[in-house]
């Protein structure tokens, strides 16, 4: 759908509907030993703040109970849950905590074995901004809560972490809490005791053949013919996402020098004025990518590199098929979206990640499922998407971002896409000209095999070492 009026109504209605509502963006840095000899020394407290059926309130303490302080960047905590008849896709909200409602993160995943009173959980994570828990301390109030994304009532009753008599903080083992990826608190349903699919120890060999497409963006200019014969088109033609009267401009898109390697940059720049934006996109001509791993290292920047700041940029790395009727249940979208200045509704920096079911334009409506990073993702990252028959999982740097339910699977093969471009011109009014840039180092999508994070970045690494630059034998579709 090209994402500008989708996204924005998409947003603007989990905004309103969950202002403080920040998911997905588990720990981004690693743990010093100091967590691995505190372990076994957190446990979790619950209080029921809700026993309707509008929505589920679970109320959280962590504690440290060790020696030892613990950076909450390593601590996972699952609240386990039956999904109501039909399926629903449920969406997270932190109402308060003393935290900060901007360092939790909440994420939605399915269980491997359902149990009569589970068959999803709700994980909760936290940012590099919840700081460490000292010894012998919580942490606060963590005010949270879940409902359907129908808005439809919701039973707790069958729900196997809800304890309707659980008026007051108390220890409450059907929560587990993880730390560095071990379990050293709770009790999972039966068959589901957790694990952390990013463990640092999976294997890091590049996996067997399997039909792949790389590319490390070594080109000339976006007119060198090997783009177009390695399949990939520079758009110039009209229409959105964007503002009105924008153009997408070709010759923004160069390829200069980065760290040692030609990165492709596309490049936004505006006097303020529709007719004066130009915006960059870059696709695969070929709708031929399905389930499998997709990744991308990607640069977002927070300043433009030319003029005054603030404008509402979107910086992405998506895949996406077309919208064949109103609310086509074949239709299938999966973003990465970057905005350095808000939008949408958002006063700051936050980061997407967004799988489409459908949608319909006018009267609008949609079905998606996304998870939300407020924070700053300047600079390089590392783009992990996979997509296999049960679950779209979401990592960034080799972390686990966001986890997507079945629901959201693609029907048809979709495209590949990285574009950058502006929402409105409602976060910077000045007439002066200014411009952003978003940089791709590689982009690889291997057909039908989920790779771990690592086994990207060995996969990657042996193009490079062998001096490959380009490959494709996924096969058409």
């Known amino acids: 759908m090209r994402k500008s009026l989708a996204r924005r109504k998409a947003v603007s209605r ?12 588990a720990g981004l840095v690693a743990l010093p030993s100091s967590a691995t000899a505190a372990a076994g020394a957190l446990t979790v407290q619950y209080h029921a703040g809700s026993t309707g059926s509008d929505q589920a309130e679970p109320w959280l303490k962590v504690r440290n109970s060790g020696s030892t302080g613990v950076p909450l960047s390593g601590v996972k905590v699952r609240y386990y849950f039956k999904s109501d008849a039909g399926s629903p896709s449920y969406r997270f909200a932190c109402s308060w905590a003393v935290k900060g409602c901007g360092n939790i993160t909440g994420t939605f995943g399915t269980l491997t074995h359902p149990t009569a009173s589970a ?11 919840a700081g460490s828990l000292a010894a012998g301390a919580d942490t606060g109030d963590m005010q949270l809560r879940f409902y359907r994304a129908d808005w439809q009532s919701l039973n707790q009753a069958d729900d196997y972490s809800f304890g309707a008599a659980q008026s007051a903080y108390g220890n409450w083992t059907k929560v587990t809490a993880q730390l560095d990826g071990a379990v050293v608190w709770g009790t999972a349903p039966e068959g589901n005791d957790p694990t952390d699919p990013t463990d640092p120890t999976d294997p890091t060999d590049p996996p067997g053949a399997g039909a792949t497409l790389f590319d490390d963006f070594s080109y000339s200019a976006y007119d060198d013919p090997r783009i177009a014969a390695h399949g990939w088109s520079v758009r110039a033609n009209s229409g959105g996402p964007g503002v009105p009267g924008a153009t997408w401009a070709p010759d923004k898109v160069t390829f200069p020098s980065s760290g040692g390697n030609t990165v ?10 529709g007719e004066s934006t130009k915006q960059t996109e870059v696709l695969t001509k070929a709708l031929k990518f399905k389930n499998g791993t997709y990744a991308a290292r990607v640069k977002f920047n ?4 030319s003029g005054p700041d603030g404008d509402h940029l979107v910086q992405t790395f998506f895949t996406i098929n077309d919208l064949k009727a109103p609310m086509a249940d074949d239709y299938a979208e999966y973003d990465f979206e970057y905005l350095p200045n808000g939008g949408w509704g958002e006063p700051s920096n936050i980061l997407y990640t967004t799988s489409w079911e459908t949608y319909n334009p006018d009267p609008w ?6 998870t939300e990073g407020r924070q700053s993702y300047a ?6 998407l996979t997509i296999d028959n049960s679950t779209i999982r979401y990592f960034i740097d080799g972390q686990l971002f966001g986890t997507h339910d079945a629901q959201y699977l693609p029907e048809r093969p979709m495209s590949i896409n990285f574009n950058q471009w502006l929402i409105d011109l409602a976060g910077q009014t000045s007439t002066s000209p200014r411009a952003y840039d978003q940089q791709v180092d ?13 086994q990207v970045a060995a996969k990657v690494a042996a193009y490079r070492s062998a001096g490959t630059a380009f490959e494709d034998t996924v096969p058409a579709s």
């Open 14 to 25: 989990a905004v309103t509907c969950a202002a403080a509502a920040t998911l997905g963006c």
């Open 119 to 129: 068959d999803r959980y709700l994980e909760i994570g936290f940012t590099s901004g």
């Open 264 to 273: 492709m940059n596309l490049e936004t720049s505006t006097s303020g004025t």
């Open 302 to 305: 927070d300043a433009p590199k």
């Open 365 to 370: 409506q949609a079905v998606n499922q996304h």
């Open 379 to 384: 600079g390089w990252h590392d783009l992990v």
């Open 442 to 454: 590689y982009v690889l999508h291997v057909k039908d095999q989920v790779l771990t994070p690592a």
